[in-house]
C-alpha cells in the first residue's frame, strides 16, 4: 500500500466549535471527545457532509490530523491500513473506529459506548455472519408491536409519506408508509443494509433513506423536506379543520403560505373552516384518553335519549389501544336493523343544534345518496366538540352549529373555567353492518389497506366497512367453513363479529383491542 501524502498538524483548538442551523459558531458539546475523518475510501464531499453534520450535532471535528484527536473514523478500511498510513504521519489516535460508531453518534446525539464491533478489525466483517430479518408481506399478517426498535428510520419514511401525501401523490405515499411498517415491525434495530435483504415493501427509493441514515445519522431528503417552506405551507393549512390538500395547494399558489396571510387574505371561508381557524391550536394538540372518554359519556346520553337501547362503540386510535390521538371517533347502531335511520340528526337537535342538513346515508327512496367521501356510505358527523376541561361531567350543555353536511358541536363551558375545542366524528351503522364498520374504522388507515389487499389477493374476497363478499360466489352451504358470503346478513350480530374476529385471529397485533 502506497502511503497517502502526510498531513500537515494544525493547533488543537482548530476545531472545537461548531455550527448551528443558523451557521453560528456554537461550543462543542463534548470537548473531551475529539474527531477525526479519514478521507481514504471516504471521498472528499462525504468527509464534508459528516463532519458538518457532527458539529452541528454538537461533536468537535478536526479538518486534520492533530495530537488533540481522540477519535480517529474510517470508512471501508481495514485496522492494518490504518495503521499503517497513522505510521507515516507520526500520530496515534487512542480509538480507531469504525464509521458504524459515528453514524450511531449521530443518531443518539451523543457520543456511544465504544464496543468491540465499532473498532477497526483486521479483517473486515463477513456479511453473511449478519442477522437478516424476516417478516410476511402484508402489514395484516405482522405482529406489530407499540415499541419501535427503529424510530430514527420510521420517522424519516413516515415525514416523507406526509410529504407525499400532501402533494396529492398518493401512491408514493403509501409506498413510504409500508416501508415504515416493515421497519417498524422488525424486533431489533437495523444496523446494517445486508439485514433487509429480501424484505417486503422495501422499494429502491426507501432503501436509498434508510442507507443515509444508517451512514450519515440523518436522512438528507427528509432534512432537506422539514426545511422546506411549501411542506410547512401545506402542512400548516391542512391542520385548519375542513381544509384538505387541494385546497391548500389553491391558496399556496395564490400567495397564503401561513395562518396569518390566510386572515389577512380576506378568502372565503365556510363555517368549518373559521371553526378550524379559530381553535387551531386546541384541534391540533392531541386528544387525552381521559378527554375522549369525558366526550363520550356526553354523546352517549344525547344517542340514549333519542334512541333507547342504542349502542355506542369508542373507535379510531383510542380502540387500538393508544393513549392518545389527533380526534375522537364513536361508532352508533341499534340491536334492531333500520331503528337507526334518522338518527344523525335526533342526536345533533339533542345537543341544542340551530340546524341540521342532508346526510349520505338512506335519505331518499331511491336508496343511499352520494356520499361526502368514498370512506363508506354511513351516515357521518365531523364535528368540533367545545370540552370544558374542569367542568363536572354530565354538566355541559351542548351547542351545534352545522355547515355544508358538516356539524360542529359546542359544548359551553361553565363560567370563569377553561375549555379546549376536540374534533369528535359520529357515524352511524346498520346492526347488520356493525362488525364490519367496527373493523374499517378501527383502523390504521395503513393496515385497513393492507387487509382488504390481502382478503382480495389471497383470499379473492372484498372486504369494505359495508360487507365481506366471496368473489367466487360460493353457495351459502360453503360457508360453515369458514369463508363469509353476503348470506352472512342473515346471522345473528353476535355471531357474525365472533366469526369475522376468528378469521382475523392470526393476524392481530399484539397489545391491541381485538379487532
Known amino acids: 500500500m502506497v502511503p497517502l501524502k ?25 470537548p473531551q471527545v475529539v474527531l477525526f475523518l479519514l478521507e481514504r475510501k471516504m471521498g472528499a464531499s ?10 452541528k450535532k454538537g461533536f468537535q471535528v478536526e479538518e486534520m490530523l492533530s495530537k488533540s484527536v481522540t477519535h480517529l473514523i474510517s470508512e471501508n478500511n481495514s485496522g492494518a491500513e490504518v495503521r499503517a498510513w497513522l505510521d507515516s504521519q507520526d500520530q496515534k489516535p487512542a480509538h480507531l473506529l ?12 451523543h457520543p456511544v459506548e465504544i464496543l468491540d464491533r465499532h473498532k477497526l478489525q483486521d479483517q473486515r466483517i463477513n456479511e453473511a455472519e449478519v442477522e437478516v430479518f424476516s417478516v410476511p408481506s402484508y402489514a395484516c399478517q405482522r405482529r406489530t408491536t407499540l415499541d419501535n426498535h427503529n424510530t430514527t428510520l420510521t420517522d424519516a419514511l413516515s415525514l416523507l409519506a406526509e410529504n407525499a401525501e400532501l402533494s396529492d401523490e398518493e401512491g408514493r405515499g403509501v409506498a413510504f408508509r409500508r416501508a415504515a411498517a416493515v421497519l417498524k415491525a422488525l424486533p431489533k434495530p437495523v444496523t446494517s443494509m445486508s439485514q433487509l435483504r429480501g424484505l417486503p415493501c422495501l422499494g429502491e427509493h426507501s432503501l436509498r433513506v434508510v442507507k443515509d441514515i444508517l451512514e450519515n445519522g440523518a436522512s438528507s431528503e427528509a432534512e432537506s423536506t422539514k426545511q422546506s417552506g411549501r411542506y410547512n405551507a401545506l402542512k400548516a393549512l391542512t391542520g385548519i379543520f375542513g381544509v384538505g390538500a387541494k385546497t391548500a395547494d389553491r391558496w399556496i399558489r395564490e400567495g397564503i403560505r401561513s395562518l396569518q396571510q390566510l386572515q389577512d387574505s380576506g378568502q372565503t371561508l365556510n363555517r368549518a373552516q373559521q371553526a378550524g381557524l379559530e381553535h387551531y391550536d386546541d384541534i391540533n394538540q392531541p386528544v387525552t384518553k381521559a378527554e375522549a372518554d369525558a366526550i363520550g359519556e356526553i354523546v352517549e346520553r344525547a344517542v340514549v335519549s333519542v334512541l333507547p337501547g342504542a349502542q355506542m362503540s369508542l373507535i379510531g386510535g383510542f380502540r387500538r389501544g393508544k393513549l392518545t390521538g389527533h380526534d375522537v371517533d364513536f361508532l352508533i347502531t341499534h340491536p334492531e336493523e333500520g331503528r337507526e335511520v334518522g338518527l344523525m340528526p335526533k342526536v345533533v337537535a339533542r345537543l341544542e343544534s340551530q340546524k341540521t342538513t342532508r346526510n349520505s346515508y338512506l335519505e331518499s327512496n331511491d336508496g343511499p345518496a352520494r356520499p361526502a367521501s368514498n370512506i363508506d356510505r354511513f351516515e357521518r358527523c ?11 361531567r354530565g354538566a355541559t350543555q351542548p351547542e351545534t352549529l352545522t355547515e355544508n353536511g358538516v356539524q360542529i358541536l359546542q359544548t359551553k363551558p361553565a363560567r370563569h373555567k377553561p375549555w379546549r375545542a376536540v374534533r369528535v366524528d359520529l357515524v352511524v351503522s346498520p346492526i347488520s353492518q356493525f362488525a364490519f ?5 378501527t ?10 389487499r390481502w382478503a382480495g389477493h389471497e383470499k ?7 360487507a365481506l363478499y366471496d368473489n367466487k360466489q360460493i353457495s351459502e352451504s360453503d360457508v360453515g367453513g369458514g369463508d363469509i358470503c353476503t348470506s352472512w346478513f342473515g346471522v345473528h350480530p353476535t355471531v357474525r363479529e365472533e366469526r369475522l374476529t376468528r378469521l382475523l385471529s392470526p393476524y392481530r397485533r399484539t397489545k391491541r383491542s381485538p379487532i
Do not use: C
Open 443 to 452: 383502523g390504521s388507515k395503513l393496515f385497513e389497506r393492507e387487509l382488504r
Open 437 to 441: 364498520a367496527l373493523l374499517g374504522w
Open 98 to 109: 469504525d464509521i458504524s460508531w459515528y453514524t450511531e453518534s449521530m443518531r443518539e446525539g
Open 382 to 392: 365531523f364535528s368540533i366538540f367545545k370540552l370544558a376541561k374542569e367542568e363536572k
Open 46 to 55: 462525504r468527509r464534508a457532509f459528516l463532519s458538518q453534520l457532527g458539529r
Open 460 to 466: 379473492a374476497m372484498s372486504l369494505s366497512s359495508h
Open 6 to 30: 502526510r498531513r500537515k498538524l494544525v493547533p488543537s483548538h482548530a476545531g472545537n466549535t461548531g455550527t448551528n442551523l443558523s451557521g453560528e459558531k456554537v461550543p462543542a458539546k463534548f
